[in-house]
C-alpha cells in the first residue's frame, strides 16, 4: 500500500475510508490504522500511508462540520458534546489514565490549516515513537 504506484493511492483510500476515523485524533487514528496495517521500514513508503491517512480523516471530518453548520448552535453544541462524550470513554481505557486527553474530531480540525498540516503532526508522531522506542532495535527509553 505504500508504493507510488497510481493503484495504490486508490487502494490506500479505499481502506482507510472503511476505518472508523471519525472523531478520532491523531494517536487514535494512527493506533487505528497502524494496528491493521503493518509500518514499512521506508519512510517514503510510510509517508505515502500517513498522507492517505490524513487526507481520508480530514475529508471525514470537514463533511461532518459542514454538515453541522446547517443546524442552530444549541443541537450543534449538544451534538458535539454527545460525540466528545462517546469518543473519549474509549481514550482513557487506551491511555489507561483518564487524565490524559486528546484532540478529538472537531476539536482537533478546527485548529488545522488542511490535510497537509495533519499529515506532518501524524508523521511527526510516527518519527517521535520510533525514537522515544528505539524502532524495536535495542533497550527502550
Known amino acids: 500500500l505504500g508504493e507510488a ?3 495504490c493511492t486508490l487502494i490506500r483510500f ?3 475510508d472503511a476505518m472508523p476515523l471519525l472523531h478520532t485524533g491523531v494517536l487514535t ?3 487505528r490504522a497502524f494496528g491493521v496495517l ?5 519512510l517514503m513508503k510510510i509517508e505515502r500511508l500517513v498522507r492517505g491517512l490524513s487526507h481520508v480523516w480530514w475529508r471525514k471530518h ?3 462540520a459542514e454538515g453541522l ?3 442552530p448552535a ?3 453544541q449538544q451534538q458535539l458534546l454527545a460525540h466528545q462524550q462517546r469518543y473519549q470513554a474509549g481514550f482513557a481505557a487506551i491511555d489507561g489514565s483518564p487524565d490524559v486527553r486528546e484532540l478529538l474530531g472537531l476539536e482537533l480540525w478546527q485548529y488545522l490549516a488542511g490535510s497537509d498540516a495533519l499529515c506532518q503532526l501524524m508523521l511527526s508522531t510516527v518519527l517521535l515513537h ?5 524502532n524495536g532495535n535495542g533497550q527502550r527509553r
Open 5 to 7: 504506484f497510481s493503484l
Open 14 to 16: 479505499s481502506v482507510f
Open 29 to 31: 487514528a494512527l493506533c
Open 38 to 42: 503493518q509500518l514499512p521500514e521506508d
Open 62 to 64: 470537514k463533511a461532518l
Open 69 to 71: 453548520t446547517d443546524q
Open 74 to 76: 444549541a443541537i450543534q
Open 130 to 134: 520510533w525514537y522515544v522506542h528505539s
